[in-house]
T-cell receptor
Framework: DAKTTQPTSMDCAEGRAANLPCNHS???????VYWYRQIHSQGPQYIIH???NNETNEMASLIITEDRKSSTLILPHATLRDTAVYYC?????????????FGQGTTLQVKP | GAVVSQHPSWVICKSGTSVKIECRSL??????MFWYRQFPKQSLMLMAT?????????EQGVEKDKFLINHASLTLSTLTVTSAHPEDSSFYIC?????????????FGDGTRLSIL
């Protein structure tokens, strides 16, 4: 699975959009981009995933560049409860043998 | 949405004790489950892949005799930390993968905080 690179930390004002970048320059054609987040002392929570088209759900939007070498997770109106570590992971899917390998992620601090 | 239940959420026990942690997928079947460990201020580290009806696959450096995994049904995997010692104290998290059905992602339990005295 391709490796990802994320900034260590980011701040965002409450109510504003939070844009979290992720680089995955070695991504293969059959690898998806997954985003999870982990709020302190809880298990990771699935947010969104995509292959090459932009995706949107009730939690967030995922923008994937045309060359698929990077992506951005967008939380449109960040709240204090969105403060968490956000992980961008690349893996082959769907698969029942695909491991999720977690990097260090981005710690997002939403401030009042 | 998909729910994965992990039990217990917190356990404190004496050194030398064996501790069993359960991971259940409540509304889907999972032929594959995964076990992770997380130390304070660190990311999740994959320990092993649990396969229903067969032996688990352990990541490099993880002692299979220390961390026993059983995946007896499509909805239950257990991790037993045998003869636990203080250095085994950690946050253990499981995930369950619905596999190819509906392109569903893996879902995680809420973790088990293990403290060995």
């Amino acid at each position: 699975d391709a490796k990802t690179t994320q900034p260590t930390s980011m701040d965002c004002a409450e109510g504003r959009a939070a844009n979290l970048p992720c680089n995955h320059s070695t991504i293969s054609g059959n690898e998806y981009v997954y985003w999870y987040r982990q709020i302190h002392s809880q298990g990771p929570q699935y947010i969104i995933h995509g292959l090459k088209n932009n995706e949107t759900n009730e939690m967030a939007s995922l923008i994937i560049t045309e060359d698929r070498k990077s992506s951005t997770l967008i939380l449109p109106h960040a709240t204090l409860r969105d403060t968490a570590v956000y992980y961008c992971i690349v893996r082959v899917a769907p698969s029942n043998t695909g491991k999720l390998i977690f990097g260090q992620g981005t710690t997002l601090q939403v401030k009042p | 949405g998909a729910v994965v239940s992990q039990h217990p959420s917190w356990v404190i026990c004496k050194s030398g004790t064996s501790v069993k942690i359960e991971c259940r997928s409540l509304d889907f079947q999972a032929t594959t489950m995964f076990w992770y460990r997380q130390f304070p201020k660190q990311s999740l580290m994959l320990m092993a892949t649990s396969n229903e009806g067969s032996k688990a696959t352990y990541e490099q450096g993880v002692e299979k005799d220390k961390f026993l995994i059983n995946h007896a049904s499509l909805t239950l995997s257990t991790l037993t930390v045998t003869s636990a010692h203080p250095e085994d104290s950690s946050f253990y998290i499981c995930s369950a993968d619905p596999g190819r059905v509906g392109n569903q992602p893996q879902h995680f339990g809420d973790g088990t905080r293990l403290s060995i005295l």
